[in-house]
């Protein structure tokens, strides 16, 4: 049985339980306990704080966890990336005060940077030769400016709204990250065919958020017109009609494009579009 740490509370914690949801896995809602077994998969989840979740893999507390990849770094742990999962997207980013003449990195040389990130910081100013001094702070890194404990900040950014309300400009994006599951080095045999059956499982879910699945009426004159505008997983399906000059056309379209597609499909005399959801699509 593969154990799995994930957060017990915060942001990836609803992202997460939806993903081992849809994957076909449920987990008793109660997270009172610190550890639950799931049904639908031999798997036990263990329920964490995200700092502690790199450790626990690490050590083997867990075999696999789901945590930012911000949390894998900022603990210098060695685990294995296994797949990104798409949500909990951020970026670790440096931001001075709006009104300060900011101009590179070299801004930073001697400058008090208040960050719950100092490992990934550290590694950031060596790499670019700047001495600095960084003051891990647990909480609230955006205030630290204002209230005069820094003259930037190191800090986690999604929207911006924050370091907008605080004065503060976003200057270098330092870290890009995204939640991923991750795992214990060497795992056994067994283990690790259930992490493969686990990751075949959210790689369906992944691949087929933002996609739908079309299907249409096109006049069988304009097939190949058609075909080149969707490229599906191999190409389009087509299904004959009793109508000899007209045929059904079933395709997989990612979201962003899609009305933008079927507005060419339309043009070349396509019918009775009819748009659907994408569960799962497995490759
Ligand atoms: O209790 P526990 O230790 O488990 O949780 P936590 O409080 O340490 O972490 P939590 O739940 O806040 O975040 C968990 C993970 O979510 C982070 O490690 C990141 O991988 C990811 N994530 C994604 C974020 C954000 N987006 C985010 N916006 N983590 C934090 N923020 C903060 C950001 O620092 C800012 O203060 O949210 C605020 C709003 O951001 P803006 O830019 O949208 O205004
Ligand atoms: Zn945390």
Redesign the pocket.
């Known amino acids: 049985m593969l154990r799995i740490a994930i957060?017990?509370?915060?942001?990836?914690n609803e992202d997460t339980m939806a993903l081992l949801e849809d994957a076909g896995i449920s987990v008793s809602a109660s997270k009172r306990k610190l550890i639950a077994r799931a049904s639908g998969f031999p798997l036990e989840v263990l329920y964490l704080?995200?700092?502690d979740i790199p450790q626990a893999v690490q050590m083997g507390v867990a075999d696999v966890g789901i945590v930012?990849l911000?949390?894998v770094a900022e603990k210098g742990m060695d685990v294995v990336e296994e797949m990104r999962l798409g949500f909990?997207?951020?970026r670790i980013s440096l931001a001075v005060p709006r009104e300060a003449d900011y101009n590179g990195v070299s801004w930073f040389e001697g400058r008090r940077i208040a960050t719950s990130y100092p490992h990934i910081l550290r590694r950031y100013f060596e790499e670019n030769g700047i001495h600095a001094e960084i003051h891990e702070i647990a909480g609230s890194v955006?205030i630290a400016p204002a209230v005069g404990m820094a003259d930037a900040i190191f800090?986690?950014?999604?929207?911006?709204?924050?370091?907008v309300q605080n004065g503060l400009r976003e200057v270098e994006v330092v870290f890009p990250?995204e939640?991923a599951l991750i795992s214990k080095h060497d795992l056994d045999p067994e283990k690790r065919a259930d992490v493969e059956k686990l990751k075949f499982r959210f790689r369906s879910i992944v691949d087929s958020r933002g996609m739908k699945y079309v299907l249409m009426n096109l006049p069988k004159a304009r097939l190949d017109e058609a075909v080149a505008i969707l490229p599906g997983m191999r190409s389009p399906t087509v299904i004959s009609l009793a109508d000899e000059e007209w045929c059904s056309l079933h395709a997989v379209i990612q979201e962003s494009e899609l009305w933008e597609k079927i507005e060419l499909l339309k043009a070349l005399g396509a019918e009775g579009i009819l748009v659907l959801a994408l569960e799962n699509m497995i490759r």
């Open positions: 957060q017990a509370k915060g942001r990836l704080r995200d700092d930012g911000n949390e909990g997207a951020c955006e800090d986690i950014v999604s929207s911006g709204g924050t370091l990250s939640a």
